[in-house]
């Protein structure tokens, strides 16, 4: 038994929907590990109820798991705002937010977040941002400006596979817009952040 086995048998068993949006998402989808899956999945819905958020603000939608985990969290009221911008993402993504039995407690928008998210005119409690990684700084910048003082943003894939330390690895657009996040965020007197090795690494933000 590996240690992530172990793990995955020691915590809040994942719903039955959830296992089967990840099959889902894994058999029909490309790039399929992008879906939070159990673990983080469980991790996201604790975070929610710890931080009892009112508006949560997503930023890449993917398949709709880790919107469906985070609105498990919400207590009554309280709703995910999710964007996917690819809006080929649609057809697959939709069925599952409207069929999940927390469908209510989430709004899926096709946009571009950047310029779309602060249209809505909310001031946000907590964001996730798992999209572009080209564009995590802008992105970043626009969450803060909508996000309440003592509000927490969770940014994903912080840690890249490894790549932001293996000096072997072509440092891709996608690598760089990490790297270049990482760094900003590390100098950035208005937030205190950590990250956490799970997964492809997940840093949790507060903004002071």
């Not at 039955?16 to 983080?40: C, E, F, K, P, V």
């Not at 398949?63 to 809006?87: Q, R």
Request: hydrophobic content about 40%; charged content about 25%; proline content about 4%.
């Amino acid at each position: 038994m590996t240690i992530d086995e172990y793990i995955l048998q020691h915590i809040e068993p994942e719903p039955d929907y959830l296992y089967r949006l990840w099959r889902a998402t894994n058999i029909h989808l490309l790039h399929g590990r992008m879906a939070s899956g159990h673990l983080q999945g469980r991790l996201l819905k604790m975070l929610v109820q710890m931080i009892r958020p009112k508006n949560i603000l997503e930023v890449g939608t993917f398949s709709g798991y880790s919107a469906l985990c985070m609105a498990e969290g919400l207590e009554d009221g309280g709703k995910v705002y999710t964007f996917e911008i690819n809006d080929e993402q649609e057809d697959f993504t939709r069925p599952w937010i409207e069929g999940s039995p927390v469908s209510g407690k989430v709004e899926f928008i096709i946009g571009d977040a950047i310029t779309e998210a602060p249209k809505l005119g909310i001031m946000f409690d907590m964001a996730f941002v798992d999209g572009d990684k080209r564009t995590y700084q802008d992105t970043y910048e626009m969450v803060l400006s909508v996000l309440r003082p003592g509000g927490f943003i969770l940014a994903d894939n912080t840690l890249w596979d490894g790549h932001v330390v293996d000096p072997n690895y072509e440092k891709d657009q996608q690598t760089q817009g990490i790297e270049h996040f990482n760094d900003y965020i590390r100098n950035d007197a208005r937030v205190e952040q950590v990250i956490l090795p799970l997964r492809d690494g997940l840093t949790l933000i507060r903004k002071r």
